[in-house]
């Protein structure tokens, strides 16, 4: 193995794609060499976009690396639905909302 190579392989391992799950760029390629080559997919298995940000911080990312190994475009890939709380809400909001049918 070339040094280069080896350094390319060392910084893949070490760098961190989804900080929310702590999702490594490395265990990314090896999902998408493993023949999963939708955001959807890898979600599911990784729980990449499932933390605190939404996916605000990695489906980008993730996206790019699919087209560095699959060659589909990140212009054609399908991103996962967003889906509520569409931001982060301080847990003491939920915690004091009652519930109108309790009260009855």
């Known amino acids: 193995m070339k040094k280069s190579s080896r350094r390319q392989k060392n910084r893949q391992d070490d760098v961190v ?18 023949g999963y080559h939708s955001l959807e997919e890898i979600k599911r298995i990784l729980r990449t976009g499932m933390g605190h ?8 990312v ?12 990140v212009a054609s890939q399908k991103f996962p639905t967003a889906r509520p709380p569409l931001k982060p809400l301080p847990l003491g909001l939920l915690a004091g909302y009652k519930n109108e049918q309790e009260d009855r």
């Not at 794609?17 to 493993?34: D, G, K, L, P």
């Not at 940000?53 to 990695?58: A, E, H, K, S, V």
């Not at 996206?63 to 699959?70: M, Q, Y």
């Open 53 to 60: 940000c939404g996916g605000r911080g990695c489906l980008k």
């Open 17 to 34: 794609v989804c900080r929310c799950e702590e999702v490594t760029e490395a265990e990314v390629r090896a999902v998408i060499r493993a």
């Open 62 to 73: 993730i996206a790019r690396l699919i087209e560095e190994e699959t060659g589909i475009p």
